[in-house]
């Protein structure tokens, strides 16, 4: 049946749950439309989880195909968003439970969550640069910040890749890792203290030497100085 | 004048828009005032405009093709089923 006109305006203003309520009565294909602007988040949130391309990968299929099947238990539909993070975020910490059980048992939580309340003060003051907009289509620029990424601990890290770099809100990214709002708060701003601090040395502006702020001046200037 | 510990606690909220007009105003203060705090303050809104686009992450090259091949194949299973 052709949809009416109302309801491709329907569409226009509320695609998702329109999106969802075809697939649940029987368009599956469209399923691909609607996963489709969060496969990179759901990449990033499943990698931040578990520092690995292929098991990050991995978790992001099995999530899909969960999602998939669990649609119809979805209550509220404008928030597919939330709920499929949150399915991802699941997934790769049961991925990451059965990983640490065959090879190890990780690096005790406990002591990271611990350094939860303690305030962390920067160390580094130099001034960055002005970085172009296109920084981050520079190899360098974006291996440094995977670098930085991945050595901030888990707690962090999650909350940074839901808050600053998928641009959930506050109380989303609390849904999705079930925990209250203010730890939302605390480990976001732990999280951008670490990361500005290690990366700091990349993007701090070069240090000039007498030499060169002469050379670069105006020589009679310069003399009078 | 508020330390620059203050200033640093509150640098979050400040950048977000939810410190209270009250810290606000004391933060631009310190901020007009202080190098270091002012250093700090702007090298975090520059980390985050880095981290906040898109193309900092990169998937692996074939994920979305990969993602969707294995969609294919779990619908039309579950079409069968």
Same mark, same amino acid.
Not at chain 1, 16 to 25: C, D, G, K, M, S
Not at chain 1, 102 to 120: C, G, R
Not at chain 1, 208 to 222: D, M, T, Y
């Given at each position: 049946?052709?949809?009416?006109?109302?309801?491709?305006?329907?569409?226009?203003?509320s !695609?998702?749950?329109?999106?969802?309520?075809?697939?649940?009565?029987?368009?599956?294909?469209?399923?691909?439309?609607?996963i489709?602007?969060?496969?990179h988040?759901?990449?990033?949130?499943?990698? !931040?989880?578990?520092?690995n391309?292929?098991?990050?990968?991995?978790?992001?299929?099995?999530s899909?195909?969960?999602?998939?099947?669990?649609?119809?238990q979805?209550?509220?539909?404008?928030?597919?968003?939330?709920?499929?993070?949150?399915?991802?975020?699941?997934?790769a910490?049961?991925y990451?439970?059965?990983?640490?059980?065959?090879?190890?048992?990780?690096?005790?939580? !406990?002591?990271?969550?611990?350094?939860?309340?303690?305030?962390?003060?920067?160390?580094q003051?130099?001034?960055?640069?002005?970085?172009?907009s296109?920084?981050?289509?520079?190899?360098?620029?974006?291996?440094?910040?995977?670098?930085?990424?991945?050595?901030?601990?888990d707690?962090?890290?999650?909350?940074?890749?839901?808050?600053?770099?998928?641009?959930?809100?506050?109380?989303?990214?609390?849904?999705?890792?079930?925990?209250?709002?203010?730890?939302?708060?605390?480990?976001?701003?732990?999280?951008?203290?670490m990361?500005?601090?290690?990366?700091?040395?990349?993007?701090?502006?070069p240090?000039? !030497?007498?030499w060169e702020?002469?050379?670069?001046?105006?020589?009679?200037?310069?003399a009078?100085? | 004048?508020?330390?620059?510990?203050?200033?640093?606690?509150?640098?979050?909220?400040?950048?977000?828009?939810?410190?209270?007009?009250?810290?606000?105003?004391?933060?631009?203060?310190?901020?007009?005032?202080?190098?270091?705090?002012?250093?700090?303050?702007?090298?975090?809104?520059?980390?985050?405009?880095?981290t906040?686009?898109?193309?900092?992450?990169?998937?692996?090259?074939?994920?979305?093709?990969?993602?969707?091949?294995f969609?294919?194949?779990?619908?039309?299973?579950?079409?069968?089923?």
């Amino acid at each position: 049946m052709m949809p009416s006109m109302e309801e491709e305006e329907l569409a226009e203003r509320s !695609s998702e749950p329109v999106l969802i309520q075809r697939i649940l009565a029987g368009e599956r294909d469209l399923f691909h439309d609607l996963i489709r602007p969060y496969e990179h988040g759901a990449f990033l949130l499943a990698y !931040s989880i578990l520092r690995n391309h292929d098991d990050a990968e991995e978790t992001v299929q099995q999530s899909m195909a969960k999602i998939f099947s669990h649609l119809v238990q979805l209550t509220e539909r404008d928030k597919f968003k939330q709920w499929a993070m949150r399915v991802i975020e699941n997934e790769a910490k049961m991925y990451r439970r059965k990983r640490r059980q065959h090879l190890y048992e990780s690096l005790d939580q !406990s002591s990271i969550e611990a350094s939860d309340d303690k305030p962390f003060y920067p160390k580094q003051f130099a001034d960055w640069r002005d970085l172009p907009s296109d920084a981050v289509e520079q190899k360098e620029v974006r291996e440094a910040v995977a670098k930085a990424l991945a050595e901030l601990p888990d707690i962090y890290r999650e909350v940074f890749a839901l808050r600053d770099m998928q641009h959930l809100d506050v109380a989303e990214t609390a849904e999705v890792l079930g925990i209250g709002e203010s730890a939302v708060k605390t480990r976001l701003h732990r999280a951008r203290l670490m990361l500005r601090e290690s990366l700091t040395p990349m993007f701090a502006k070069p240090k000039v !030497s007498v030499w060169e702020r002469w050379k670069g001046s105006n020589p009679w200037l310069a003399a009078k100085r | 004048m508020v330390s620059c510990k203050t200033i640093v606690a509150h640098l979050s909220e400040y950048l977000d828009g939810d410190a209270t007009v009250e810290m606000r105003q004391k933060i631009e203060r310190h901020l007009r005032g202080c190098r270091r705090c002012s250093a700090v303050y702007d090298s975090t809104r520059k980390m985050l405009v880095i981290t906040g686009d898109e193309r900092v992450f990169e998937v692996p090259t074939g994920f979305s093709e990969r993602l969707h091949g294995f969609l294919d194949k779990m619908l039309s299973n579950s079409e069968e089923q």
